[in-house]
Structures are given as structure tokens and as C-alpha cells.
């Protein structure tokens, strides 16, 4: 595609569930970020891809928090038990490798009620 | 503190006028630096991507990096309503992660 796709585009769950979001990376780009956004804050990290495996995930808040990226391609943010501080702007974005421009797609806005 | 510092604003000029941004840094390992429009409700927009100290030209944007004062710079000339939005600034250390400000929110009016 010709951009950062993110689906779905809002998510309403309840407070316990498990929800999966999932981003499609611009063809060919190698890095792959997950940043969490709240109202009026900047992008806050969470977790970077390169290739297959996670760089760094330092920025996963805690345990309910995983992400995949099988095949260097797509990822799957995952969040389980979700509670009412987890409804946020959940954004991804690519770069065709580490240290070169970053685009983002137009998120996953996540409630829990 | 935090590792990128940014003011929220909002910052309001009138339409014609120089919009002028900034961040300040504290980690000197900052290697690469961007600016991002967002619009409400969408997601970030990259403005402009620099990687050495001095300036940057894009049609009305220019960015500025000044490494030895850890302070980065973006201008808009002819400030337009459409450019009302929220700018933030994201820098990386070579390797690693986009770390950002917490955005200004800037308002052009007509």
C-alpha cells in the first residue's frame, strides 16, 4: 500500500478483554514502531521492530502488553485483561531501516469501558 | 525531567505571520531529528527529517539544528489557517527509538 495502515480504525472493548490491533508497515521497510497516544500528550513509545525480532521494547507498560511481527512484515499489537487506562490513540509507524524518516499511519483509538 | 522538552502553547499568529517552534534536548546521543503535523484525530505527518546541525529548507518550512545548544528549531512562512495544527518534534539516537515532545498546538487565524 501506499501508506501506514492500521485496522481498525476504533475499537470499543470491554474492561477485561482482549483486543488485537494490527498495523501494515509501507512495502519494504525493515523498522516498525508501536507508540501510545493521549489526549493532548505526545506519542509515547512502546515498542521497535527491526526485521522479526524486537529491538526494544522497553516502553510495553507491563505484561498485558505484546506485540508480534512473524514475518518482518505486518505486526500485531496485543493487550490483554484491558483496563479503562489502557483507551488511548494506539499508533504505528515504519521506516525503510533504522535512523531514516518515520511515517506514521492514522492509529487505532482504543476504548475500554 | 524529560529527555525532550517542548511548549504546548497554544501558540496563536495571525494569518501571513512566521510561525516559530522549538525543542530542547538532553541526550547528546540525539543523532537524527523530525518535525510532525498532526491534525485533530489523525496521525502524525512527517514535515521534515534532518540529521546535522544547521538549516533546512522545504518550501515555506525550514528546520534549524543547533547540537551544541540541544535545541532544534522548525519555521513556517506565510502561516496559513490550514496550518493550524499540533507540531511535534521526535529525535533518535542511531538505532533506537523516536523519542517526542509533548507537541505545540498552534492556531493561524484568518
Known amino acids: 500500500g501506499a501508506g501506514v495502515s492500521q485496522t481498525p480504525s476504533n475499537k470499543v472493548t470491554e474492561k477485561g478483554k482482549y483486543v488485537e490491533l494490527r498495523c501494515d508497515p509501507i512495502?519494504?521497510?525493515?523498522?516498525l514502531y508501536w507508540y501510545r497516544q493521549s489526549l493532548g500528550q505526545g506519542p509515547e513509545f512502546l515498542i521497535y521492530?527491526?526485521?522479526?525480532?524486537?529491538?526494544?521494547d522497553s516502553g510495553l507498560p507491563n505484561d498485558r502488553f505484546f506485540a508480534v511481527r512473524p514475518e518482518g512484515s505486518v505486526s500485531t499489537l496485543k493487550i490483554q485483561r484491558t483496563e479503562r487506562g489502557d483507551s488511548a490513540v494506539y499508533l504505528c509507524?515504519?521506516?525503510?531501516?533504522?535512523?531514516?524518516?518515520?511515517?506514521f499511519g492514522q492509529g487505532t483509538r482504543l476504548t475500554v469501558v | 525531567q524529560k529527555e525532550v522538552e517542548q511548549d504546548p502553547g497554544p501558540l496563536s499568529v495571525p494569518e501571513g505571520a512566521i510561525v516559530s517552534l522549538n525543542c530542547t534536548y538532553s541526550?547528546?546521543?540525539?543523532?537524527?531529528f523530525m518535525w510532525y503535523r498532526q491534525y485533530s484525530r489523525k496521525g502524525p505527518e512527517l514535515l521534515m527529517y534532518?540529521?546535522?546541525?544547521g538549516n533546512k529548507e522545504d518550501g515555506r518550512f525550514t528546520a534549524q539544528v543547533d547540537k551544541s545548544s540541544k535545541y532544534i528549531s522548525l519555521f513556517i512562512r506565510d502561516s496559513q489557517p490550514s496550518d493550524s495544527a499540533t507540531y511535534l518534534c521526535?529525535?533518535?539516537?542511531?538505532?533506537?527509538?523516536?523519542?517526542f515532545g509533548g507537541g505545540t498546538r498552534v492556531l493561524v487565524k484568518p
Open positions: 541526550n547528546s546521543a540525539f543523532q537524527y
Open positions: 534532518t540529521y546535522s546541525s
Open positions: 521526535a529525535m533518535v539516537a542511531a538505532g533506537n527509538k523516536l523519542t
Open positions: 512495502s519494504g521497510h525493515t523498522a
Open positions: 509507524a515504519s521506516s525503510l531501516q533504522a535512523n531514516t524518516e518515520a511515517f
Open positions: 521492530f527491526q526485521g522479526t525480532g524486537a529491538a526494544d
